[in-house]
């Protein structure tokens, strides 16, 4: 066996060890790429070809030399993860299990950010700072929450759990559990009190001023047929 062949089979070798291995650690949100994204197609799919998986890998890393204090190494990695994959998360951020960024790019993540579990963010997300301040400056994204392309969640402000951020909303006050938050500023509205789940129709947002209109009218109709009355 020539030199050069010894040396392909053994990069054959590892290129396998990485995969097995990756799917071993990442096979929960290898999962959930597959359960949130209609155009995966197989397993090996995403694990290959998925930008936001391999973004996420990457920051695992990174985020353990961060926790290490070896925060050049930690950016080196989270840099080096930017150029190939167009998304930008820095090694300090807290990210849960069974995360996933569809198509991704553009998405950046800021230092102090903490993300809960079966979160999904789409393309052109900014989880962003308000300041120069120390401390807790990016927000904190409960669980089941999803985020719509081009939305900017900026502050160290608080997203409850199972809400839905519409796209190109800009977010800069708390969100209670079970919301949904559209436009610039970003304003509440609820979803008939329930659940927002990941196939939301995402065309058929609730407008809260429409609401509030619907509500106004409905009560003048109540007050006109009182007055009938």
């Excluded at 050049?72 to 990210?95: D, M, V, Y």
């Excluded at 209670?176 to 436009?183: F, Q």
């Excluded at 979803?191 to 196939?199: H, L, R, T």
């Amino acid at each position: 066996m020539t030199l050069c062949l010894k040396i392909l089979v053994v990069l054959v070798f590892l290129f396998i060890a990485k995969i097995i291995l990756v799917s071993m650690f990442f096979y929960d949100e290898i999962r959930a790429a597959q359960k949130r994204d209609p155009a995966a197609k197989n397993f090996l799919e995403v694990l290959l070809l998925y930008q936001g998986l391999h973004a996420l890998i990457s920051h695992r890393i990174a985020h353990l030399f961060y926790k290490a204090h070896l925060f050049f190494i930690a950016r080196l990695i989270s840099q080096f993860s930017r150029h190939f994959t167009g998304i930008e998360i820095h090694p300090g951020a807290q990210i849960g299990r069974r995360f996933f960024i569809d198509h991704g790019m553009g998405v950046i993540i800021g230092e102090t950010a903490i993300i809960g579990d079966d979160v999904l963010l789409y393309q052109g997300v900014t989880l962003g700072g308000t300041g120069i301040q120390k401390g807790k400056r990016h927000p904190t994204i409960g669980n089941n929450v999803v985020i719509g392309a081009g939305a900017k969640v900026l502050g160290n402000i608080t997203v409850g759990d199972n809400s839905y951020i519409g796209a190109n909303a800009v977010v800069i006050k708390d969100v209670p559990h079970n919301s949904t938050v559209v436009g610039v500023p970003g304003r509440i509205t609820k979803q008939d009190g329930k659940k927002i789940d990941f196939d939301l129709d995402h065309i058929h947002i609730i407008d809260p001023i429409l609401q509030n209109i619907e509500e106004i009218e409905k009560r003048i109709s109540d007050i006109e047929k009182k007055i009938k009355s």
